[in-house]
């Protein structure tokens, strides 16, 4: 049986569907089958950071409501042939979603798959909770800001409690990936830094990823950067994510400013 596995933030635009992309396509880069299910039900962004926005026939929503078999919407990704895509509506709203229409989907998916990634709207509401209420993990994304950190801590209450393994006493493994992490600015106190976010959310890290435009390039490409640019610094990362994911021990690193001494002094940027 595979895990499922819940990619969560409280705060929108935090790169959750990015990270759900880059760490889908890791995990299969090494041969296990994963599925990524996009549950942002009217907004839909998944299929667009995997590049399979044009091979959309079915979504979620018609395989809840039975106008279409689970094998008809899944989308088999084109680069690494055991990732796969259940995409989302983007015609109808959350309500559309019932608990029991996704548990018809998830069932299937477990049995199949190593790993059942589900891409989380942002937030507590319908559409999130119904995303984390079968996972049997979490990985809880949030930028080093005040807001997005407190909104995180917001996401593990739900949860410790609105899951179906914390309503039988059990327990959903969480992790903290910190995203966009910026070495300099943390430095300058512009930032939290990875401690003040391990204080607060008091959940094991799972990696820091830090700031790269190579992320933001991989989106606009239609690739996870996992895929698109592996040898990228925050490629790097999400890679070593995904193997502590696995449970493998993986050194934490924190990223560096590794600007020259004279860039520093002017205050330019790091490329």
Known sequence: MGKVVVVTSGKGGVGKTTSTAALGAALAS????VVLIDFDVGLRNLDLVMGAERRVVFDLVNVTQGQAKLTQALIRDKRLESLYLLPASQTRDKDALTEEGVAKVIAPLRAKFDYVLCDSPAGIERGAQLAMRFADEAVIVTNPEVSSVRDSDRIIGLLD?????AERGEEVKKHVLVTRYD?????RGEMLNIDDVLEILSTPLLGIVPESQAVLRASNLGSPVTVNEPSNIAAKAYFEAAKRLQGETVPMVLPTDKRGLLDRLLGRKAA
């Open 30 to 33: 090494t041969g296990l089958k």
């Open 161 to 165: 409690s609105r899951t179906l393994k």
């Open 183 to 187: 070495p300099a600015r943390a430095a």
